[in-house]
């Protein structure tokens, strides 16, 4: 399966502030994901980032605060914006090369807000 | 929208004994059936899935068993080692032709296996 990096694997970052988290995949893929992994908890949906176009978000969640960009078919980047202690959480990329194959998870970032 | 629940949320065996871990879900339009495993500090690492054109699957120790009547689904773990430690999510995806859908994740079990 495609090898997914994720930047910076972990932060510390102060409230008001912005982050951008990039993942970057070896090999070209149709679908890139975004997910929220709240301490213990299980994984939600930010959003589905597609290429030239803009992301597909899900209830929740707004480009405002989590803009999302997607230049080609292997690299994409999510923000977090004016952070708050509550976006304190890990957030993982996923890919699928095409929509007919399973999705696969980079190793996250681990965000902490002071 | 799809709504998975999983049990237990934390499960402890003893090296050698089995595990099982159970999903239900809500859609009977669902029919694609992932597990993943993550391990501490980790994301995600798909072990096994099933469509729903099938009861059954396995690959080597691990087995996932899916009955659409009753809308259920489960991991079974044999002879398990303690690095089979982790957290494990169901999930359930409703697919259009072979198009995958979203995923909707259960909550998560923390298998622990005690040497």
């Known amino acids: 399966s495609a090898v997914i990096s994720q930047k910076p694997s972990r932060d510390i970052c102060q409230r008001g502030t912005s982050l951008t988290i990039q993942c970057q995949v070896d090999s070209q893929v149709t679908m890139m994901f975004w997910y929220r992994q709240q301490p213990g908890q299980s994984l939600t949906l930010i959003a589905t980032a597609n290429q030239g176009s803009e992301a597909t978000y899900e209830s929740g969640f707004v480009i405002d605060k989590f803009p999302i960009s997607r230049p080609n078919l292997t690299f994409s980047t999510l923000t977090v914006s004016n952070m708050s202690p509550e976006d304190s959480s890990i957030y993982l990329c996923?890919?699928?090369?095409?929509?007919?194959?399973?999705?696969?998870f980079g190793d996250g970032t681990r965000l902490s807000i002071l | 929208g799809e709504n998975v629940e999983q049990h237990p949320s934390t499960l402890s065996v003893q090296e050698g004994d089995s595990a099982v871990i159970k999903c239900t879900y809500s859609?009977?339009?669902?029919?694609?059936f992932p597990w993943y495993k993550q391990e501490l500090g980790k994301g995600p690492q798909l072990i096994i899935d099933?469509?729903?054109?099938?009861g059954e699957k396995k690959d080597q120790r691990i087995a996932v068993t899916l009955n659409k009547t009753a809308k259920h689904f489960s991991l079974h773990i044999t002879e398990t080692q303690p690095e089979d430690s982790a957290v494990y999510f169901c999930a359930a995806s409703i697919n259009r032709g072979s198009t995958l859908g979203r995923l909707y994740f259960g909550r998560g079990t923390q298998l622990t296996v005690w040497p």
């Open positions: 996923s890919v699928s090369p095409d929509s007919y194959q399973p999705q696969h």
């Open positions: 099933i469509r729903s054109n099938v």
């Open positions: 859609d009977s339009a669902s029919n694609y």
